[in-house]
């Protein structure tokens, strides 16, 4: 692990935050003598979303990158389908569920403490085999025509009054709606879960099959709240400044104030270990942690890198204690979903 | 199956010759079914390893599910058939204005991938979408609630419909009109004529059509699960993508197989034992167009509602889409590589299906009997199954044994084939009974080989029918998502896939180029389609 832990330090020095002189960097890397190689990245995040931070990546370091795009879950089932014989180097799934189940199956190496120790330990995997890049958290997003803040419950036990009855959506099929699920399982156990979903089943919610049309149906106005993940909205108001849709971040260690993250493991089978760890540090870098600041909207887990100035801090969101690992038992959820007949 | 299916070719014609195929007819067929049946083994060595397999399938859910997907499947087939076959009749056989353009635009939902004209039907006529603003002057507060049962049942008969359409279109064309007119000269009218002889004579297609129609509602899964309808698929996906365990979700898998075995089990007593071809002498020749007359208005105002909710409501979502992208400044520029591919991979595909439909449709036509039965039917299996479960299964095969065509475009394509090839079985076939096995035979009398009349004198024929399966292929292929996912060279983007990355994030002004680059190449190759019809 030595040289390999030299080589992760060499790159993070090479792409500090006040690195500008990218031209320089991609000129250091072609005078190396050896070819860097190229690895293959499974991605379960859209291109739209990490393809140019890929680029970059090779821009700086010569590394090519294949990169196969797909669903996190498909992804996930891709390697588990594939077993040793995956060619790919580095998994980079947005649900940590997804990550764990890739790991219990011991497709996964161990990282580099180096690498671990850059974020938070509630943001990475206690064994070390995945590391949280970005994080995402899970709100409660609400129509501005028809209620303010300050009408919202301070847990999500709240929606479960009848008031609610008729004015919520959620998208139970969502692998971000099912970690949450897992969550509000470990955290409150199956009975206080059960008694959850059974609460919201009460209110007749709309079912969506996926955040985004969700969404819409809040900025429509058909229904008054959704439980969505923070940066759907964000991304509409890019597009649509004017959209009758606000994000409501439940905090105090609240279940539905969960943040799960996008992160990366490096497959123990990779033929290219090294530079695949170097794609892992260069998504830690604060340059890369920037990119998901300013173009994602997601949380940067890195210390010293500020969310979107119309983010809160991850510290007043105050996530709940949970390993995240813990939501790769998505077979129990589905269970419980399927018995209150949310699935 | 192969018992009743020995009774009925024992049942067929009395003393029948049915000729002993040549074997390497029988062996082009059989390695296209065997393709077939791979992903249902794949199935059947995982379910073989689930302990509780018995109690999910018997789990009151599951059997409810199933329920309610058989329905869909009945409503969507039978509006898709109420649709089909008058689009067909009107843009193949009157003289109704603009004809040419009505082919091409009545197809065209086709090419509209599901996961957008499901997003395209919310918009449109959600309780909340556009119908509703513009009647909001009149006082509409909120349309009904479209989702559930009705919202999925339009969804999928708008985007499927057009099957039956190409299928009873490439009849139309190639039906023998002197049967119309024997029976219009002994004093039949044309609404009679249509009646007892046109539509008798149109079963096959219909019923291979409507085959299509119902395997691709029990497949699908982006209409479905964007109108909230707990169908099987749905529950198939959620069962893979939630629960990293691969068993379970192939136990529902191969109950959706035995639901295509019922349903292909239904068509064959549906589509009959008839035989549809000329038996006398001479040779059968274009129809002249029915003159509609006065009829050509209500004709008008059916095909522009047709067109008007299938096509104007999702490409008017493109549109309004593209707005909102070329405000923000998406542009063009970086869908052209995929466009090449999108093309490149579904055109071979098709080439690829037509021709592995050819032993199957000639087995299968002129040929019956247990085993061409059993090829045909085996080849239906990879459509109805969702296209994950395929594209798993080539992974879970080739991974493991054969290194080295894993994620190569050879692999995509037999992927894409064994998923496609019913769409141009059941176009070949319906185009093949048409052809009196006479002219094959005279030609066999002359001395040619039977490769030779097939390639000479059969295929000639039937090109029409094959350029329409090809289409058919060829449309479908484009929009396939998850089998191009799981399956392709890694970093080959198609525009399917650009699309669904895009939608998935709610870049929606982002997926409108690649969008409407699809539906321009789909208009462009059926315009080319039509244009080999013609110049037969």
Request: aromatic fraction near 8%; glycine fraction near 8%; charged fraction near 15%.
């Amino acid at each position: 692990m030595a040289p390999i832990a030299a080589l992760a330090i060499g790159l993070a020095a090479c792409s500090a935050p006040d690195d500008s002189a990218a031209p320089a960097a991609s000129r250091s890397a072609s005078e190396q003598p050896a070819d860097p190689g190229s690895i293959t990245v499974y991605s379960g995040r859209s291109e739209e979303l990490v393809g140019p931070l890929l680029e970059r990546f090779t821009e700086e370091t010569g590394i090519a990158i294949e990169a196969r795009y797909g669903d996190t879950a498909e992804m996930a089932n891709l390697i588990l389908t594939e077993g040793e014989n995956s060619p790919a180097d580095v998994y980079y799934g947005q649900d940590a569920g997804a990550l764990g189940a890739v790991a219990e199956e011991g497709l996964l190496a161990t990282l580099p403490d180096e690498i671990l120790d850059t974020v938070d330990e509630r943001f990475r995997s206690p064994s070390g085999e995945w590391v949280g890049i970005s994080g995402r958290a899970r709100v409660v997003v609400y129509n501005t025509d028809a209620l303010s803040e300050g009408d919202l419950p301070d847990s999500i036990f709240g929606f479960t009054d009848p008031e609610w009855s008729g004015r919520i959506g959620w998208a139970p099929t969502n692998g971000s709606f099912q970690s949450f699920v897992t969550a509000l399982r470990v955290i409150e156990g199956e009975d206080r879960a059960r008694e959850w979903l059974e609460g919201i089943q009460a209110n007749e919610p709309s079912v969506y099959e996926g955040n985004n049309p969700a969404l819409d149906a809040v900025a429509a106005g058909e229904i008054d709240v959704a439980f969505i993940n923070h940066y759907y909205l964000m991304q509409r108001l890019a597009e649509d400044p004017d959209v009758a849709a606000a994000n409501y971040y439940l905090t105090d260690g609240d279940p539905g104030a969960l943040v799960n993250v996008a992160g990366a493991g490096i497959l123990s089978t990779s033929e290219n270990e090294e530079a695949a760890l170097q794609l892992v540090e260069f998504l830690l870098s604060a340059e890369a942690q920037e990119y998901f600041a300013s173009e994602t909207k997601e949380f940067p887990l890195v210390a010293g890198v500020e969310p979107d100035a119309d983010l809160p801090s991850l510290d007043e969101i105050g996530t709940p204690e949970i390993d995240l690992s813990d939501l790769s038992d998505l077979e129990g959820t589905l269970e419980l979903l399927q018995e209150v007949g949310a699935l | 199956m192969v018992t009743l299916a020995s009774l009925r070719a024992a049942g067929t014609r009395p003393g029948a010759r049915t000729p002993a195929p040549p074997a390497w007819l029988v062996g082009a067929g059989v390695l296209v079914a065997m393709l077939g049946l791979l992903p249902i083994a794949y199935l059947l060595i995982l379910a073989g390893t689930s302990e509780d397999a018995t109690s999910l399938v018997l789990r009151d859910r599951t059997l409810g599910v199933l329920g309610r997907t058989l329905l869909l499947a009945a409503i969507v087939t039978s509006a898709s058939v109420l649709i089909g076959v008058p689009v067909a009749w009107l843009t193949a056989r009157s003289d109704l204005p603009g004809r040419r353009w009505w082919t091409i635009i009545t197809l065209l939902p086709l090419v509209v991938p599901s996961y957008v004209g499901g997003y395209a039907v919310v918009a449109a006529f959600g309780p909340r979408g556009a119908l509703q603003s513009l009647l909001e002057p009149f006082g509409v507060e909120r349309l009904p609630d479209l989702y559930g049962l009705p919202g999925a049942a339009l969804a999928l008969t708008l985007f499927s419909f057009p099957y039956v359409v190409l299928s009873v279109r490439a009849t139309l064309l190639r039906l023998d009109p002197a049967f119309e007119e024997v029976s219009r000269s002994l004093g039949r009218g044309p609404w009679r004529t249509f009646l007892t002889v046109t539509l008798p004579q149109l079963r096959p297609a219909i019923t291979s059509g409507a085959l299509l129609v119902a395997l691709y509602s029990l497949a699908d899964f982006g209409a479905v699960s964007l109108l909230q309808f707990d169908s099987f698929t749905r529950a198939i996906y959620v069962q893979y993508r939630a629960s990293f365990d691969p068993t379970l979700a192939a136990v529902l898998a191969l109950m959706l197989v035995a639901c295509t075995a019922g349903v292909l089990l239904a068509e064959s007593r549906l589509r009959g034992r008839g035989r549809y071809h000329r038996s006398g002498g001479g040779s059968s020749r274009p129809a002249t167009p029915v003159r509609l007359g006065a009829w050509r208005w209500p004709a008008l105002v059916f095909l522009g509602l047709v067109v008007g909710l299938a096509v104007v409501v999702p490409v008017g979502t493109i549109g309004f889409w593209l707005a909102r992208g070329v405000s923000v400044g998406e542009s063009f520029a970086t869908v052209w590589g995929p466009t090449l591919n999108s093309v490149l991979a579904s055109g071979l595909a098709a080439v690829l299906a037509v021709l592995a439909s050819i032993p199957v449709a000639v087995l299968a036509v002129r040929h019956r009997g247990a085993l061409a039965a059993l090829v045909e039917r085996a080849t239906y299996a990879g459509f109805a199954l969702p296209g994950i479960v395929i594209g798993l299964a080539f992974v879970f095969v080739a991974a493991r044994y054969l290194p080295f065509v894993y994620q190569t475009l050879p692999l995509l394509l037999v992927a894409y084939l064994v998923r496609f090839v019913p769409e141009a079985v059941g176009v070949t076939r319906a185009s093949l009974l048409q052809v009196s096995p006479r002219l094959e035979e005279v030609a066999r009398t002359l001395g040619r080989s039977p490769a030779r009349v097939l390639r000479e004198v059969t295929l000639p024929i039937i090109r029409p029918g094959l350029a329409a399966g090809g289409a058919l292929v060829f449309l479908t292929a484009m929009k396939e998502l998850p089998t191009t996912i799981l399956l392709a060279p890694t970093g080959f983007d198609t525009l399917a896939v650009r699309i669904w990355s895009a939608t998935s994030e709610g870049f929606f002004a982002r997926a409108a180029p690649p969008a409407l680059l699809m539906v321009v190449v789909a208009a462009g190759s059926l315009w080319f389609v039509l244009r080999q019809e013609r110049s037969r």
